[in-house]
């Protein structure tokens, strides 16, 4: 437990509540510790804290378009890397057709996000039906392998030398957010005995990002039983209840989904709008100085930002204050929509993320400019 230097003040002009009932014509901006979990100022401001009018070197606000990588072959292991750090891999898979080979993730628990399509999963566990909008989380040293009913896309999040478990729910209770009852796991049904069979199988095995084949004379999927409480689970972001507050802006934090040793990953499902008159309406702006924050846009439209559609991701490093884009500020202010229609992946990690090299191909250079201060 953390004994953080802890001493609450109020100096100058500044509201009550945090989020709430700003001064006239200020903006608010928080500087927060642990992704939200940690202690915070809320600071007020006479400008934007996101109005640059320009902006020199690598520290920026950057968005990549995902949907322009091409496709790839049925291996996850030839899948695009996007983003990591020594305890994160971001992956995008483009898989056309079904897997040949069985796989297996030694260095660490893979979660699968499907963006499109879907399929049949088979692993060690059983068998197991996927879908769009589907988070499957796979334990380190699972072997698996999907068939695809069409072309399919998902994000892959390995959790390097590191396991995924849910996050502290707290006053909140067991069921917030989503019960465990609604997390499915593999079954060994009459789908998972028909793919059994005595031909040659190969598990390719990724160990220290090098790769290692094991060939079988058999299908080890050959399971005729199992118990226990480690195996694969589904859930889909239809099951998810959003925490929610008429009179209050509930920062992401409250939409975390897994938590990872060094990172999280949430969910921003489809919610009511705050109603408050005096509550915000978009997110605050904020400097999270702890962690870079990744967002993947699933479906609908990202009611705090602009030309930013499914299949995009955004990189927001920690360093400067981020926020909603001009334009979604000032729908809030309007109280223009009554619910967010937005499904969006979001990682926010402790340590700093690379960017692979094929990225910059697929980068919006004019994505930081869309925060730019109005011309005088």
């Known amino acids: 437990m953390r004994n953080w230097i802890r001493f609450p003040r109020i100096e100058g002009v500044a509201s009550r509540q945090a989020h709430c009932d700003l001064p006239e014509g200020t903006y608010e901006r928080e500087l927060g510790r642990e992704g939200f979990f940690g202690p915070s100022t809320q600071m007020y401001h006479r400008h934007p804290p996101t109005g640059w009018s320009a902006w020199e070197g690598p520290l920026r606000p950057r968005a990549f378009n995902l949907n322009r990588l091409e496709s790839r072959s049925g291996s996850p292991w030839e899948a695009y890397p996007v983003l990591a750090n020594a305890h994160l891999q971001l992956r995008w898979w483009r898989c056309a057709a079904s897997m040949k080979d069985l796989v297996r993730n030694a260095d660490g628990d893979e979660l699968l996000f499907i963006h499109e399509g879907g399929g049949e999963l088979f692993c060690d566990y059983g068998h197991l039906t996927l879908r769009d909008g589907d988070y499957l989380v796979l334990p380190r040293g699972t072997a698996w392998r999907i068939e695809t009913a069409a072309p399919l896309s998902a994000l892959l999040v390995e959790a390097t030398g590191d396991s995924y478990q849910l996050p502290d729910k707290g006053i909140l209770g067991n069921q917030a957010i989503f019960d465990p009852a609604v997390l499915d796991t593999p079954r060994l049904d009459d789908a998972f005995h028909a793919q059994q069979d005595e031909r040659p199988w190969r598990i390719v095995i990724k160990r220290r990002d090098r790769l290692s084949t094991v060939t ?161």
């Open 216 to 376: 079988y004379p058999f299908n080890p999927l050959d399971a005729v039983g199992w118990h226990g409480d480690l195996a694969p689970v589904r859930l889909n972001w239809r099951d998810l209840r959003p925490v929610v507050s008429a009179r209050y802006h509930v920062p992401p934090s409250a939409h975390v989904n897994f938590v990872a040793e060094r990172f999280v990953v949430g969910t921003f499902a489809p919610r009511p709008i705050e109603s408050d008159p005096g509550a915000l309406k978009v997110p605050f702006f904020h400097n999270d100085d702890d962690i870079d924050e990744v967002i993947f846009l699933h479906r609908g439209q990202f009611f705090s930002r602009d030309n930013f559609g499914p299949g995009m991701l955004s990189l927001h490093p920690c360093g400067f204050p981020h926020g909603p884009q001009p334009k979604a500020f000032a729908l809030g202010a309007r109280r223009a929509r009554a619910e967010t229609d937005e499904v969006a992946v979001y990682i926010d990690t402790r340590d700093p993320v690379e960017m692979a090299e094929q990225m910059a191909a697929v980068e919006d250079p004019a994505y930081v400019d869309a925060w730019k201060a109005p011309a005088q």
